[in-house]
């Protein structure tokens, strides 16, 4: 049996970890918490530092392949273990090119790859001599995550918001849709694509309010951004999962947003709705097996389980059985042993071909299942 | 968070921790091979014997709420454990029925449940005054398994396959279909049924060719066997997930062939067919949520692996593949080191509307995939 190596033990470890049960495969997880959501579900962990270079290279040393499930490990050792010939998924040239915003940016404009405008910003006292630049995002170019890392900067106002350190100014993006698409890509460099995934947000609480997959698209934006996404993936260079991020504005164009080298949240209604789930995909890419079948099965929508404002300690879900009783409804708790406000804690997928019937449920699913703290 | 524990380590206990994986939930697995299927994948794992009242009493002392995926378990420790207070799915009292095939047949009988014509025999003596009764199946009562502890008596000539100890001996039944339903039945009673499945044997072989989902019945075959099946489960008053084995005769009359109390080989397909599979359905019942969608999403098929003929050892897959090259065709390895002849190391799903291609598959992954032993 191949031994399989996960850095970072968080739900997307979780998800792949259940995927990995169906094959022939010793799985490995190193992460710095032992009571993370995949611990108990490898045959193998690891307590250690996925950012320390000695500890990565010192679990890299234990398996034949190795892959991440979140950017912020330490590419230096992966860098190592692969000159020494471990086969690492992305490559640790693709996730040092994501991890750094400043990075990202130059890639995509290197390779032509549609994007949103940007300046370079190494700090504070260079951004507030972008004032014509603005509206714009700050990006902070290293260790941003969920939201963190991420300032609007409306005006001259908001310039004492931004980071003082380097990082990248997003010219503001008039969003008329966010998608997302998933692709996998083999050693063979073999290719498939997910159906496009549109990221719903709620306007007022600027948060994602749901997915619904696939996207209602015009033909046009389809196909652009499935070409782009399909060059993002071919200048990368790498075997993988990728989720492409993309904003198509209110004038038809289409922009990369971000991307993940990796299983991604935009992709989580794989798991029922799609013959091979991204999970089920990376572990066929790592163990040399032939890719799946990334068509729908139905038409699907995300919610995300986020953490209740004002809970902090140990979890406690309100209203599941509510949303279990909900026929098509598939719910995933991560496992997470306490809440925080924001925390995701866990998504629910539901199935059906009628879109009314899966923003209903979407709605419903909102409104009833609440992660709170015990009184 | 729960505490749940399983007794029994194998196939049916690691679907079932892939499926637990959903929920908020702390498994226990309790089995004497800690290499089992199931080792790896459970929060804590405890070797012991589970046919040992005082290991199966210890385990049932940790947990919350306890379940099996084998029949073979020690029933006074669970009942026991039942009596102070533990919720076991299914009932000790359903499990002291089923897993003594005298009781079994004498249940039947006093709950006017259909089941082919028996006599009890106490041991061979007493098996050799029946030969008026042949031909016949001769069952030995307790520790039967996966074909073993069963004997076909054709003439008197056979009578010295029989065993010398309490068994059942079943008139032969000319038998036109073998049909399984799954039913789940939860703590408040409420009941939800499967689709059933056609058990298709190879008639050369002996032995399961595949099986189809829904099968495909006369309604009045279909009626009946539902309505058996709803009788059976009222009858044991047990909540928890049942199989229940049937045979359609070459008359038209449905029998009941055997009662699992348990997840079961025959509603696998479930983890890609159904909304609901049986092992999400367990946990809902455990875990005290409504039940699940037992439709179909799809038909299907499974094609079980099971180890070649003269090998024995370090389990090899070969063709794999060119299985996962077919498209809508999932595989489940059971993680089994050692394969040996006639070993269940694993089993494939199918989707698809079309019989045809479900059938056509079914006979390509059985001339593809051979679990063989390294060279």
Same mark, same amino acid.
Not at 13 to 29: D, F, I
Not at 117 to 130: G, P, Q, S, Y
Not at 132 to 139: D, Q, R, S
Not at 345 to 352: E, R
């Given at each position: 049996?191949?031994?399989?190596g ?6 997307l ?12 495969? =010793? ?6 918490d ?11 962990f ?31 050792a ?6 020494e ?31 949103s ?11 507030? =001599?972008?004032s014509?630049?603005? /509206?714009?995002?700050?990006?902070l170019?290293k ?5 963190k ?34 692709i996998?890509?083999?050693e063979?460099?073999?290719?498939a694509?997910? /159906? /496009? ?18 996207? =209602? ?7 652009k ?18 989720a492409i ?20 949240n935009?992709?989580?209604h ?16 790592m ?9 729908s099965?139905q ?11 004002g809970?902090?300690?140990?979890a406690?879900y309100?209203?599941?059985?509510e949303?279990?009783a ?11 042993k306490?809440?925080? /406000?924001?925390?995701k ?8 071909n009628?879109?009314?019937?899966l ?17």
């Open positions: 049996m191949k031994k399989a996960i850095l970072g033990g968080g739900q470890g979780r998800m792949l970890l259940q995927a990995a049960a169906n094959y022939p495969v =010793e799985t490995y997880v190193m992460e710095n032992p009571n993370c959501p995949s611990a108990h579900l490898c045959h193998h690891i307590t250690g530092n996925i950012t320390n270079f000695d500890d990565v290279y010192a679990f890299g040393k234990q398996v034949d392949v190795l892959t991440i499930e979140i950017e912020s490990v330490n590419v230096e992966l860098e190592k273990l692969e000159a010939g471990l086969a690492i998924y992305p490559r640790p040239s693709a996730l040092r090119i994501i991890r750094d915003k400043i990075e990202q940016k130059n890639f995509y404009q290197s390779n032509s790859i549609p994007t405008a940007f300046m370079i910003t190494e700090n504070l006292d260079a951004l507030k =001599e972008l014509h630049f603005l /509206p714009a995002v700050h990006k170019a260790g941003g995550y969920d939201g890392g991420v300032q609007m900067i409306r005006s001259k106002d908001d310039f004492h918001k931004g980071f003082d350190a380097p990082a990248v100014l997003e010219k503001k993006v008039f969003i008329q849709k966010e998608i997302a698409l998933i996998a890509i083999a063979n460099g073999e290719r694509i997910y /159906p /496009p995934v549109d990221m719903v947000f709620d306007q007022q609480l600027h948060l994602l309010s749901h997915q619904l997959c696939p996207a =209602e698209l015009a033909e046009k934006i389809f196909w951004a499935e070409a782009i996404a399909l060059r993002v993936v071919k200048e990368l260079k790498s075997p993988g999962i990728f991020e993309l904003f198509a504005d209110i004038d038809g164009n289409v922009l990369v947003n971000e991307i993940a080298p990796r299983v991604h935009s992709g989580h794989t798991i029922e709705a799609a013959f091979s789930s991204q999970f089920d995909m990376l572990w066929r890419i163990l040399q097996y032939p890719l799946g079948n990334t068509d099965i038409s699907s929508a995300i919610v995300n389980i986020i953490g209740e404002e809970h902090n300690g140990d406690v309100q209203g599941l059985k949303v279990l909900m026929d098509n409804v598939f719910v995933h708790i991560y496992g997470k306490q809440t925080k /406000p924001g925390r804690m866990g998504h629910v997928t539901i199935l059906s009628e879109k009314q019937e923003l209903h449920k979407a709605n419903q699913i909102k409104h009833l299942l609440k992660v709170v703290t015990a009184e």
